[in-house]
């Protein structure tokens, strides 16, 4: 439901969603989200081909995008926080993160 989503203000974020993008922002748009919404589209992210597109919502579907992609809408789409510059960096030399394993404790039900 793209009206119910455009109502919410948040960013959202969109996989695999190149071949229905015109129609994706036609639907926000109708919903009330405005035509400027900042729009981001990223594009073989993990590959040297990598290509970042900036646009408006309402000249989403009629930019040039290519899959894989996925396409960010909405207020972060227009941040340039410019903390790291992707393409500088080597994956084969980026430490893994280590995540402890989640730790679960049963919850008993009580009847009354």
């Known amino acids: 439901d793209w009206a119910a989503l455009a109502a919410t203000g948040a960013t ?3 996989v695999m969603g190149v071949a229905l993008r015109a129609a994706i922002a036609a639907e926000l748009v109708a919903g009330g989200l405005d035509p400027a919404t900042p729009t981001a589209v990223t594009m073989s992210a993990a590959t040297a081909r990598r290509r970042l597109l900036r646009c408006r919502l309402d000249e989403l579907g009629a930019a040039e995008v290519e899959s894989p992609a996925v396409i960010v809408i909405g ?3 227009g941040l340039d926080l410019g903390l790291v510059d992707a393409t500088s960096v080597d994956p084969r030399t980026v430490e893994p993160l280590t995540v402890e394993p989640l730790t679960v404790e049963p919850m ?3 009847a009354r």
Do not use: F, I, R
Request: aromatic share 0%.
């Open 108 to 110: 008993l039900a009580t």
């Open 12 to 14: 959202l974020v969109v």
């Open 75 to 77: 207020a972060v789409a």
